[in-house]
C-alpha cells in the first residue's frame, strides 16, 4: 500500500508498456484499494472523543495491527483509539488469532495508556470539573509520577457513579471497557497484590515479552486471586490490602457486563440465550446470568472457563462484600445509609460489609414496618434468593460444615444447590452427630434468606413443590407469606410428592425452632416477645454477625413462652393478632413431632425405642401419649404439657381434626368457628361417635383422645379446669401414688368426697363447677366402649366373659350386666361395681341409664325434687299410670340392686346403708350414736360392701328401743321396710331363707301376691303356731322381721 501510495496505477500502465486489457484493470484495482484506505485514513482522523469535537488523527500507532483491523473491525463504525481497542480486545479473547505483532502492540498501548502524559492531559481535559470534584484523586506520591498517573485514572474510575452525566463520565465508561482486561493496568492493585500473586501462583508479575502475549492470563489472575479469597475464607490467604483492592475493582466491574472481560467472555453465548433483552449497565446482565445460572442450559462444567463457574465466583464475591452487588448498592444505598446497615468506623475488610449482614439489617426495618422503597424490596429478594441457592455462598457453611458435608451430603456438595437442604435434613435425622456450629451457620443462612415471608426465594423447594404450589395453593394464598402455610395444611395430600414433604419438613424443622425464622409469626409478635419472653428488641440481633448466641436456642425460648401464652388457662396474656399467628404455627406444626423441639429434644431416646415405626402425620405424637407411662420422666412432662394444650385446642391434633372434618361439620359446627374450642370438640365427637359420617380414621382418633385422657385427668380441658384446685387440695397432695392424676383414682376420690359429704353432711364440699364436670366425666366413661375403662378391664374382664356381658360395647351396658350377677363377681370387681353404686345411688344424676330410661318421668313427677334424689322420688310413684313400663322395671331393678347387698347371716338383713342415702342421712346420728361398732366399719372399708350391718343395727333398736331414734330417723326407716311388704322380694334374707316354707305352706297368697309382704308374713306367723314351719332359719328370721 506504501507502494501504490507513491504511485499512480495510471503511471504505472504507461511505464510498463502493457497492451493487454487486465493489465489496466489490475491497475484500476490497485487504484480503489487505495481510495479505500485514504477513506479509512480520513475516517481515523474524523473520530470522536466523548462529547469532543472530530480529533485529526488516532493516538495510538495501531499499524501494526492493520490486517487484524480488516479482518475483525470493519463493521466499527465510530472508529477511534478505544473503539479498535475494544474490537481488537475482544477479538483476540474470542479466538485467540490475533498476530503477534499486534498482540504486542496492544499490549504496549494498554500499559502506556495509564502511564501516557498525553492521554492523562486529555483526561484532565474531559474530567476537569470532577478532579476539582474529587481531590483526593490528583497527586499521591510525589516523586513517583507514572503512579500518580495510575492512581489518578483508577481513582477517578472508581468514583464514576458519583458523578452526573457528562463528558466525563462518557470517557471513563469507554476506559474501562479495556482497562480491566489487564491487572497490571489498574493503579493501586499492582502495589497491594504483587507478593500475593506470587505466593499464591496467580500469575507473573515480570513485564516480559512472554507473559505479555498471553491474553487470557491478565483476567485469570484477577480470577484466581478471587477463587483463593472465597474458597478459603477461614484461612486469609491473601492479604487485608490486597483483599480491599480485588474488592474494589469486582466492585467497579460489576457495574457493566463488558467491563469484567473474563465473565464476559465466559458467558458471551449465555448471555444470548437467557439475557439477550437485559440492557447492559447497572449489573443488569450480571443479575440476570445468575438468576439462570443453575438452569439447564447454561454452560458448566468443572473447568473454571465455563459461564456456570464464571458465576459461581462473583456470587461469592458479592456474598463477602455487598458492594460489588451494584443493582442492590443503587437500589438500597439511600436505606442503608439512612439505617446505618454499612459499616460504622469498621476498617474497610470488615465482616460488616458481608451481604449478609447488609441484608439482616435491611430486613429488621422491613420486619419494624418501616416502608422502603419497592426496587431496594425487590433487590433484597434477589439477593436473599442468591444465597439460598448455594451453600458456598455462605462462608460459615463453607468453614463450619466440611465433615458433615462429607458425611451426609458428599453427594449434593458436588452441585451445591441441594447441599443446604440435605445440610437441614441431616440436622433432623442426626441432630447429635452433626456439628453445633454447622446447625448454628444453617439458621444463619435461612435467617438471611427469610423463606418464612416468600417461598420463591428457595428454588429447591419451589421446583420439588410446583405443583401443589401453582394447583392447589394458587388460589388460597393471598401472598408470598402464605404459601408456606398452605403447603403444610397440604402435608397429608395425596396430591403431594415425598419430595416435597420432605423440603416443607426441612424449612419448618428450623422455623420451629426459632422465633425470628418464621416471618409472620415475628412480625405479630414481636412486641409481645420483647415484653414478655426476653426477646431481642431488632430482628437481626440474634443472626449473622452478632456477638450472642445464634440459632435454635434463644429463639427456641421466645417460642416456648409464647406458647405457653396462648395457652394460659389463667390469663390469655399476648395481644389478639399475636396470640392468632402462634395458635396457627402451633397447629400447623403438630402433624410431625420434629417441629415440636420440647418434644422431639425431650423424646429423642423414647421415639427411638418405642416409636421409630410411627412415621405418619400425627403417629409419632400419638405414640407417646400411648406409652405415656413407659416414657422417661422429662419426656413424659414434656408430652403431658402439649397434649393439655391438646385437649383445649382440637386443631393441635392435625390428623384427628382433619379425619374427622365432615363430622364436625354436619355435628359440631357452633364450635368449629371458636378460635379454641375448650374442649367443645371432642365432647361433640364423643356424643356423635356412632353417625355414619364418621369414618373409621375419625372413629380411631377419636378413642385415641379417650384412651389417653384415662392417663390423667389434666387431659381433659373442662375436667382440669374445674376441678384442679380440688384435686390439688384434697386428692394428689395427700399421696405419693405414681398414678394419683390418671382419671380413675381422681374421679373415685372426688366422688369419695361428695358421698360423704351428701350422706353425712361433712368433711369439704366440692366447688359447684367441679361437681358439674365430674358429672360429666363420669357419664362421658358411662358411654364410653368398655375398653376405655382400664381399670374396668383390668378387674372385670374375667367376670364380663364368664357372665357373657362381653356382647355389650359401652361401660354402662357392660355395668349393668355386671350388677345382675353381683353376688357372683370376684371381689375386685364387686368393689369396682360397688364404688359405682355408691355413688350412682347417693346422687342419681350420675346414674346415666336412669336419667335416659326415665326422663319423662323426672320431668312429670318428680320435677320438684333435686335431681340427686329422683330415684327416691320415683319409686313412691311406681304404680303410676304416668310411668312407663321401662321407667318401671328400671327403678324395680335399682330397689333390688339397693336390697341385694347382704351376707347371709341373721342379722344382715339388708343391703350397705350408703346405697340408700335417704335413710343414711335420715340416720346419720344414730348410726354414730347407737351402732358405732357397725359405722367404725363404714369408715375403716369406704369401697368395700359391708352388707346389712348398718340396717340391722337400726332394725334392731327400732324394735326394742325406737326411743331414742328420732322421728325422721323412724319414719324413713319404716319407709324402707314398707317398701319390702309391697314386694317381698325385696326382703331378701326373709324370702331367701324361707322360699321353700312360702311355697308349701303359702303357696296361694304368694302365687296371686295377694296381701303383699304382710299377707305372706301373716301366713306365715300362723303356720308357725301351728307348728307346721320345719326350717330353723326361716323360724329366726320370721321371728326378726315380726
Known sequence: LLF????SPCTICSSKKMARNYY??????FLLCVLICEAFEDAQSHVKPPGMRPAPKLTYDFSACSLDI???????????????????????????????????????????????????????????????????????????????????LSCMAERKENMSAGQCRDFLTQIEMFVFTDF?????????????????????????????????????????????LVEHPDQELISRQCRHEITRIAELQSDDFHLDRTLFFACRDDRERFCRDVWSGDGRVLQCLINHRTDRGMSSDVSDLFCASALLLREQMIASDYHISHPLVRACQKEVEKYKCAPQGQSSDSMYYL?????????????????????????????????????????????????????????????????????????????????????????????????????????????????????????????????????????????????????????????????????????????????KCHAQKNWHETGVGSKGIMGPEPGYLVLT?????????????????????????????????????????????????????????????????????????????????????????????????????????????????EEVDNGDIMDCLLEHKGVPEMNHKCRAYVSHTELISMKDYRFTFKFRQACRSDVEQYC???????????????????????????????????????????????????????????????????????NGCQVYETTMLVTECLKEHKLDLEPACRKYIFRKEKLEFNDNTFDGMLQ???????????????????????????????????????????????????????????????????????????????????????????????????????????????SKMSDKCRVELKHVIYNTELDPTLDIPFYSACKSELDRLCADGYATGIGGHRGILECIKARYAEGTVRDETCKQVKTFAL
Request: proline residues 2%.
Open 4 to 7: 501504490i501510495r507513491l504511485q
Open 24 to 29: 489496466c484493470i489490475i491497475c484500476w484495482a
Open 70 to 152: 480488516s479482518r475483525h473491525c470493519v463493521p466499527v463504525v465510530q472508529v477511534t483509539d478505544l473503539t479498535l481497542l475494544q474490537c481488537l480486545i475482544d477479538a483476540g479473547l474470542q479466538d485467540n488469532s490475533l498476530s503477534p505483532g499486534c498482540q504486542q502492540t496492544l499490549w504496549n498501548i494498554k500499559l502506556n495508556l495509564t502511564l501516557d502524559a498525553q492521554f492523562l492531559n486529555i483526561a484532565v481535559k474531559y474530567c476537569q470539573k470532577e478532579f476539582n470534584q474529587f481531590p483526593e484523586c490528583r497527586v499521591v506520591s510525589p516523586v513517583d509520577q507514572q503512579q500518580n498517573r495510575a492512581h489518578m
Open 184 to 228: 497490571r493496568l489498574i493503579g493501586r492493585f499492582v502495589t497491594a497484590c504483587k507478593d500475593d500473586v506470587v505466593k499464591l501462583n496467580c500469575g507473573q508479575l515480570v513485564l516480559s515479552s512472554d507473559v505479555r502475549g498471553e491474553l487470557h492470563s491478565q483476567g485469570a489472575t484477577l480470577d484466581c486471586l478471587m477463587r483463593k
Open 355 to 531: 451481604l449478609s449482614y447488609v441484608l439482616l439489617c435491611l430486613e429488621n426495618v422491613l420486619h419494624l414496618g418501616i416502608a422502603v422503597d419497592r426496587d431496594c424490596q425487590a433487590q433484597i429478594v434477589e439477593h436473599r434468593r442468591m444465597l439460598m441457592s448455594d451453600y458456598r455462598l455462605a462462608p460459615e457453611l463453607i468453614i463450619t460444615c466440611a465433615r458433615d458435608l462429607e458425611t451426609y451430603c458428599k453427594k449434593e456438595a458436588a452441585d451445591g444447590s441441594k447441599a443446604l437442604h440435605c445440610l437441614m435434613k441431616a440436622s433432623q435425622m442426626h441432630p447429635t452427630e452433626m456439628n453445633p456450629s454447622c446447625i448454628q451457620a444453617i439458621v444463619g443462612v435461612l435467617k438471611v434468606a427469610d423463606v418464612s415471608t416468600n417461598y420463591k426465594v428457595d428454588e429447591v423447594l419451589y421446583n420439588d413443590c410446583k405443583s401443589i404450589i401453582e394447583n392447589e395453593c394458587q388460589s388460597d394464598v393471598s401472598s408470598e407469606a402464605d404459601m408456606l402455610s398452605c403447603l403444610m395444611n397440604h402435608l397429608d395430600s395425596p396430591d403431594l410428592s415425598e419430595e416435597c414433604e420432605n423440603r416443607i419438613l426441612e424449612i419448618q424443622y428450623f422455623l420451629s425452632r426459632d422465633f425470628t425464622l418464621d416471618g409472620q409469626l415475628y412480625d405479630a409478635c414481636h412486641k409481645d416477645a420483647v415484653e
Open 561 to 673: 413462652c409464647l406458647y405457653r401464652h396462648a395457652y394460659d388457662e389463667v390469663d390469655a396474656k399476648l395481644s389478639a393478632s399475636c396470640l392468632k399467628e402462634v395458635r396457627r404455627v402451633m397447629r400447623e406444626r403438630s402433624v410431625s413431632v420434629r417441629l415440636m423441639p420440647e418434644i422431639a429434644d425431650a423424646c429423642f431416646n423414647d421415639l427411638a425405642e418405642k416409636c421409630s415405626r410411627k412415621t405418619g402425620v400425627g403417629e409419632e405424637l400419638m405414640c407417646l401419649q400411648e406409652m405415656f407411662q413407659k416414657l422417661e420422666t422429662n419426656c413424659q412432662d414434656a408430652v403431658r404439657k402439649y397434649t393439655m394444650m391438646q385437649s383445649r385446642d382440637f386443631r393441635l391434633n392435625q390428623a384427628l381434626s382433619k379425619a374427622c372434618r365432615q363430622v364436625v361439620k354436619t355435628y359440631c359446627l357452633e364450635f368449629a368457628h
Open 732 to 802: 394428689t397432695s395427700k399421696t405419693d401414688n405414681a398414678d394419683k392424676y390418671s382419671r380413675n383414682n381422681v374421679v373415685h376420690c372426688l366422688s369419695e368426697i361428695l358421698i360423704v359429704r351428701i350422706m353425712l353432711g361433712e368433711g369439704p364440699e366440692l366447688k359447684k363447677e367441679c361437681r358439674k364436670q365430674l358429672r360429666a366425666e363420669y357419664l362421658k366413661l358411662d358411654n364410653a366402649e368398655r375398653i376405655i375403662d382400664p381399670e374396668l378391664m383390668d378387674v372385670c374382664e374375667a367376670d364380663i366373659s364368664k
Open 852 to 962: 335416659r330410661v326415665c326422663s319423662s318421668e323426672i320431668r312429670k313427677l318428680c320435677s320438684n325434687v333435686g335431681h340427686e334424689n329422683v330415684l327416691h322420688c320415683l319409686e313412691g310413684h311406681k304404680d303410676d299410670l304416668a310411668m312407663s313400663d321401662d321407667c318401671a322395671e328400671l327403678v324395680n331393678k335399682r330397689q333390688h340392686e339397693q336390697a341385694s347387698d347382704f351376707a347371709f347371716f341373721l342379722l344382715h338383713l339388708y343391703s350397705d346403708i350408703r346405697l340408700m342415702p335417704v335413710l343414711y342421712s335420715s340416720c346419720s346420728k344414730e348410726i354414730r350414736e347407737l351402732c358405732k361398732n357397725e359405722y367404725a366399719l363404714l369408715k375403716s372399708f369406704p369401697d368395700e360392701d359391708i352388707q346389712g350391718k348398718v340396717i340391722g343395727c337400726l332394725r334392731q333398736w327400732l324394735t326394742e328401743d325406737n
